[in-house]
């Protein structure tokens, strides 16, 4: 997946994008510092979005490969 990203960036200095993956395409905006609350501060281990994939260990994976900034560990629930 990593490798399959597509990103639009808008604005100057951009502030929207538009992130194409596997031919999912969500839509993000900058909110201001002050304003940043994720979900996972209001209600433990909620995402601000989700998506629903085949093989979520294989995507863990290659997201980690890269070194990004994750909030909290890939789990299983009820």
């Not at 604005?11 to 993956?21: E, L, M, N, S, T």
């Not at 839509?27 to 281990?45: C, L, R, S």
């Amino acid at each position: 997946m990593v490798g399959r990203n597509q990103v639009n960036l808008y604005g100057d200095p951009p502030h929207f994008a538009i992130v194409q993956i596997d031919g999912l395409y969500p839509m993000v905006n900058k909110a201001d510092e002050p304003f940043i609350i994720p979900n996972w501060k209001i209600a433990e281990k909620t995402c601000n979005f989700y998506f629903w994939v085949d093989d979520v260990e294989t995507l863990y994976k290659e997201l980690v490969a890269s070194n990004p900034t994750i909030d909290y560990e890939l789990y299983s629930s009820p």
